[in-house]
């Protein structure tokens, strides 16, 4: 799926209580590396600051408008209105065969990574990604192609539910009960019986649907698709690859030392790139075709201890 341009609700919280830790053991010169973290908060959600739906003007808002408000309203409302505490751990193994940390210019550099997500009233799941990229340089140095695949998935390990056996998969029958016994009560609104009764069954089935659903690593943003949004693509396997090719200027070693920061400089890098990237609820054939792509430039200031970039994408 294409998250949308706008985010769909917005969470705000009261006081909350967070602490996070990390830990990483290196071998063999940091060729090796193994780490492990976690985190830990007791959030406390503030629902009536929360824009957990866009109701707008109703009375300007056509039907099916208002049923996608109040059906937003309601899976978002479901989704977070138990939450208790979260617990976010993330553990890996890197393997280091390249030149340099930094910037490398030969080697290969693979990378296995897992996240876990538990808590009081979340959904249970973990993330897995998996990445290698190559870099091959010409027989001088001055310029490097980069290749690199990622493969991500997730898991759901434990479901989300609020209603237990309460039947909405029949859309019909669910709406019909629901505007018989909306009948009973009194009513002051805009909307109609029918268009609050749909809103809310889709809502509770949306929610059903997130809360056994899980999302990999999604593909969009500075590191992967740089020609879309953060986040733009999204579902539970996700797999991208990309080629890179960097050509250095002006390499030198030249210290310097402002009062915001200091360092080595050491090259002007530019760089051309192509991109293809997928995501899908399976693992087959729909994951590596029909891929989206994004080609473009960019610009990078390499420094001893940090690499600054720009890149310009379109796709």
């Not at 505007?179 to 009973?184: F, P």
Request: include cysteine; aromatic fraction near 16%.
């Amino acid at each position: 799926p294409e998250s949308p341009e706008e985010p769909e609700f917005t969470l705000k919280f009261k006081h909350s209580w967070a602490r996070a830790a990390d830990l990483g053991l290196n071998f063999f010169d940091r060729q090796l590396e193994f780490y492990y973290g976690g985190a830990f908060a007791f959030p406390e959600i503030d629902l009536e600051r929360s824009d957990l739906a866009d109701f707008g003007d109703w009375e300007n808002m056509t039907p099916a408008e208002q049923e996608d408000s109040i059906a937003d309203f309601i899976k978002n409302f479901l989704l977070y209105i138990d939450l208790v505490n979260i617990f976010v751990t993330r553990q890996g193994l890197k393997i280091d065969l390249t030149d340099d940390r930094i910037d490398p210019r030969e080697g290969y550099r693979f990378q296995y990574e897992k996240y876990g997500f538990e808590g009081e009233g979340l959904k249970n799941f973990d993330v897995e990604d998996h990445t290698l990229t190559a870099y091959y340089p010409n027989e001088d140095l001055s310029s490097v192609l980069v290749a690199n695949v990622f493969f991500s998935k997730s898991n759901v390990k434990k479901r989300l539910s609020i209603f237990g056996d309460t039947d909405v998969e029949d859309t019909e029958k669910a709406v019909a009960e629901c505007i018989e016994e909306s009948k009973k009560e009194e009513r002051d609104s805009s909307v109609s019986i029918e268009t609050s009764c749909r809103g809310f069954v889709r809502g509770v089935q949306d929610f059903n649907l997130e809360g056994n659903n899980s999302n990999a690593t999604s593909l969009g943003g500075p590191n992967r698709l740089r020609s879309y949004p953060i986040s733009r693509f999204y579902d539970k396997y996700s797999f991208f690859a990309g080629l890179e090719y960097r050509t250095y200027y002006l390499e030198s070693s030249s210290p310097f030392d402002y009062f915001f920061e200091k360092g080595v400089f050491e090259a002007v890098q530019s760089a051309v790139f192509y991109e293809i990237g997928q995501v899908s609820p399976t693992n087959n054939s729909a994951l590596y075709s029909n891929f989206k792509y994004s080609t473009g430039i960019g610009l990078r200031l390499v420094f001893s201890s940090v690499v600054i970039r720009a890149d310009y994408a379109t796709g």
